[in-house]
Structure formats: structure tokens, C-alpha cells
């Protein structure tokens, strides 16, 4: 019981999937946090590193929260959209303009993601259909991928 509570916890990031509304933005900004004080700083390689382990941890621990929840991809499980948010910045800098500011680029990747994310398009609904924590994590790494080209594609064309 008390294991169960705390992957309940680091699903929902502490009770922070358990705000009334648009819970799914809260967990993308708490990612893009993680992303501003500790990911970015990583060289590309530790940082792909560092994401595909803790995106594998978010799998295993979405999956026995939505068994401990008992429901399929509860909404307060935000961890999905947290572990997400970084992908959307995997080596971005190296496309960024001298002349545009980094803030800049996170607001606009944060915004792409949360439409990607909300929205489902290009067969991101579609792989929801895969059962437990993989169906609760793809579809905001596929949304996550999506973002980080498409940002880039926008990079590309203000240079």
C-alpha cells in the first residue's frame, strides 16, 4: 500500500495532477522547468541518454499507477507530459538564430507541444490504443518529437 502510494504520487508529480484544471499544462511546465534547470545543460548524447531512461521509468510507473488508480490513462497522471516536454528541445540550440532569445523558443515549443498534445493529429490518438504506461507515454513522446521538428522547421526559416 504505501509502494502504491508513492507511484501514485510520482505519476500525479505529488498531487499536482489533481488540479481541477488543464492538469495535462501543469505537468508540460513542470517538464519545461526540468528541461531550463537540468536538461539543458547536457551535451546532446547524455542528454538523449538521460531521456529515453527516465521516459522507460515513466512507463513502468504510469503503468502500476493506472493499475493502482484503476482506471485506463486517468488524467491526473501527468508524469507522461513531464518526462515528454524535454524531447521537445533535444538539440534545439544548435538551430536557434543568434538574434532569437531561448525563452522565446521554450514558449513556442511549450505552446506546439500542448497543441500536439491536446489535439492528437498524425497518428498520435491512434497510439493511445497501446495498453498501460506504454499508451499513457507514447503519444506525448510522439507529440514531444513532432514538437522538436516542427520548432526546428520554424528555427530554420527566421535565420
Known amino acids: 500500500m504505501i509502494l502504491e502510494n508513492f507511484i501514485v504520487n510520482m505519476a500525479t508529480l505529488f498531487g499536482l495532477g489533481k488540479f481541477p484544471i488543464m492538469p495535462g499544462t501543469l ?6 522547468l526540468f528541461h531550463i534547470i537540468l536538461i539543458q545543460h547536457l551535451p546532446v548524447l ?5 531521456l529515453i531512461t527516465i521516459i522507460l521509468l515513466a512507463i513502468v510507473i504510469c503503468d502500476m499507477a493506472e493499475k493502482a488508480i484503476g482506471e485506463k490513462d486517468p488524467s491526473r497522471v501527468i508524469l507522461d507530459e513531464f518526462v515528454a516536454m524535454p524531447i521537445c528541445f533535444l538539440g534545439i540550440k544548435h538551430f ?19 497543441i500536439f498534445d491536446i489535439l492528437k493529429p498524425l497518428g498520435i490518438k ?22 522538436n521538428v516542427t520548432t526546428i522547421l520554424i528555427c530554420l526559416t527566421i535565420r
Open 27 to 32: 505537468g508540460s511546465f513542470m517538464g519545461l
Open 96 to 114: 536557434v538564430p543568434a538574434t532569437v532569445a531561448m525563452w522565446k523558443i521554450w514558449v513556442l515549443g511549450f505552446v506546439i507541444f500542448r
Open 126 to 147: 491512434k497510439s493511445q490504443d497501446l495498453s498501460g504506461g506504454i499508451g499513457i507515454v507514447v503519444d506525448d513522446v510522439i507529440a514531444a518529437a513532432y514538437t
Open 46 to 50: 547524455p542528454m538523449t541518454f538521460t
